[in-house]
């Protein structure tokens, strides 16, 4: 028998068990519904921890650093392979550190967001990954600082945080189940190449974006599709002085901050516009934005095409249609660079992100939502866990005076669930709220207090509606976090 001979009929044997095989469990599959298959149950090894993050993304990857160095034994899981989540795929600048000073005559400079969310980027400005939080010299009253990131430094430097904060990370992970208990959750169900296991906790935190863990424990929500979904794109290749001289003599930037860029200070790194005649009609018909940061001398980070997906953004072949939809917008957008943007001649998409961002996935619902008064009003709660300043809308809605306005810890909590957190893009119904509360900062500062929160709670065998607010206010000012009273 030669080789091709031995094969063939090994194979040939392996089809013939698998076909009994196939049969047995035909004959078992007799009674189930026409057009499905009833997957068989199986036993999944266990595995324990305090707290369970789900999603290393913009505002997991504060709460698995928050609760672990709150002594929970924390897990956080993942389904890329790197941590960041949109922060690092989806926008321009991460908005907003501080509050809308300089729209405002006379109104303090205040950093409202530290804590763990400042430590990142000391650590990114540490390796160059970070324009630092570069002050605006025009366009101030949209936000008043441009705190632009190189994305794969991001990355590195928050993983190696998780790692250095004892975090067990579980990237290339999928969450696929939660395991419940009357209003409780017991578990989190996982699946990668090393099998499908069951993940047991006291507390547990969705930062999934678009809450797949409150959908999988029954917690009530909504897709409202209220944003258009969007690829960005990051161009090389292109010569910035040539861009902004062409932007200068033809009306100028609206917008431009100077920060450090490829380790000089003093360097545009955010600017707006260029978009004029064909070129700008062109950009019309794709859905591209003007507004671009870099933290690189020859290196356009963010160049977005948005699309509003005609279908639901939970379902797969709406987005798969939406993907391939925004990836024939990406090249053309790369087109108009190379033939009207001085400089960009050559310029190549040198990054897009692993799927398309959008700015609201599920919306969960929680014990508060927060409103578009509450935002601008500057309201703040006996049980505010975070202050904020920023508004997307800006200038047309600010937060009042240039101030801030409190995330109250109820915002987090899940309605209906006892032991679960929401922190991010999928709390607050209210579109125009949701334009403040989105943004990476709000979301990383939501992350330190859910983190933190469920550390607490796991260590005191509590559920999310019996911690003390003294205990996680003490804890938080402990750690870093800026309130205003
Ligand atoms: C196009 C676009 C532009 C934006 N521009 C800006 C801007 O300029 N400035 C600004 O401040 N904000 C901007 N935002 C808003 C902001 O980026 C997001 O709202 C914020 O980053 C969301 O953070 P998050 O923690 O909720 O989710 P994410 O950062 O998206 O994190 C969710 C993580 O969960 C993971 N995950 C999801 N499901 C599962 C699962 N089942 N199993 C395992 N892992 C899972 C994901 O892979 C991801 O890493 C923009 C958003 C978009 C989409």
């Known amino acids: ?37 009833l997957e068989p149950p199986k036993n ?5 921890f305090d707290v369970v993050v789900a999603g290393a993304g913009t505002g997991g990857v504060v709460a698995a650093m928050a609760a672990a160095r709150n002594g929970a034994k924390t897990i956080l899981i993942e389904r890329k392979g790197y941590t960041g989540g949109t922060v690092t ?40 990954g970070t324009s630092g939080h570069a002050e605006m010299s025009r366009g101030f009253n949209y936000d008043s600082v441009c705190t632009a ?26 969450l696929t189940g939660a395991i419940t208990d009357g209003s409780r959750i017991r578990g989190a169900i996982i699946d990668s190449r090393s099998g ?39 161009l090389a290749n292109v010569d910035l002085e040539g861009y902004l001289a062409h932007l200068e003599a033809n009306g100028g930037s609206n917008q431009l901050a100077h920060g450090i860029r490829s380790g000089e200070d003093g360097k545009v790194v955010r600017f707006n516009g260029g978009l004029a005649g064909d070129f700008r009609k062109g950009a019309g018909k794709i859905g591209m934005s003007s507004m671009i940061t870099t933290v690189h001398d020859n290196y ?3 160049v977005k095409c948005n699309f509003k997906i005609p279908g639901s953004v939970i379902n797969r072949d709406d987005m798969a249609k939406a993907e391939l939809e925004v990836r024939k917008r990406q090249a053309k957008a790369v087109e108009l660079f190379r033939k009207y943007v001085p ?8 990054r897009t992100s692993p799927t398309l961002n959008i700015r609201r996935g599920r919306l969960i619902n929680c014990d508060y939502d927060i409103s578009h008064e509450d935002v601008i009003e500057g309201r703040h709660f006996d049980d505010d866990i975070m202050a904020y300043g920023f508004h997307d809308s800006a200038p047309r809605y600010q937060v009042k005076d240039g101030g801030t306005y409190g995330i109250p810890y ?3 909590v899940v309605a209906g669930i006892e032991n679960l957190y929401a922190a991010g893009m999928m709390i607050t119904s209210d579109h125009r709220a949701h334009m403040s509360t989105r943004n990476t900062v709000c979301c990383m500062g939501q992350g330190q207090a859910a983190g933190t929160a469920a550390a607490l709670c796991a260590a005191g065998n509590m559920g999310t509606r019996d911690l003390p607010y003294r205990k996680l206010r003490d804890k938080l000012v402990k750690d870093g976090v800026y309130f205003e009273s």
């Open 1 to 37: 028998m030669d080789r091709r001979e031995f094969s063939k009929s090994g194979l040939l044997l392996g089809t013939g068990m698998l076909a009994g095989c196939r049969e047995s469990n035909a004959q078992k599959n007799v009674a189930q519904e026409k057009g499905h298959y």
């Open 44 to 48: 999944l090894p266990i595995r324990h």
């Open 89 to 128: 795929e989806g926008g321009t600048a991460l908005h907003s550190f501080y509050n809308l000073w300089k729209a405002f005559d006379g109104v303090k400079k205040t950093q409202v967001v530290r804590g763990i969310p400042q430590q990142i980027i000391d650590r990114l400005l540490k390796v160059g």
């Open 149 to 174: 990131i190189d994305t794969e430094l991001y990355k590195l430097v928050t993983m190696e945080m998780l790692d250095e904060a004892g975090v067990f990370i579980a990237v290339n992970t999928l």
């Open 196 to 234: 499908r296991e069951a993940i047991y906790a006291k507390a547990f935190v969705d930062c999934s974006a678009y809450g797949d863990l409150a959908a999988f424990a029954d917690a009530d929500y909504t897709v409202p599709n209220d944003y258009a979904c969007c690829n960005s794109i990051g």
């Open 300 to 302: 356009l980070m963010f």
């Open 343 to 350: 400089g960009c001649k050559k310029a190549f998409m040198a």
């Open 410 to 412: 109820r915002a987090l």
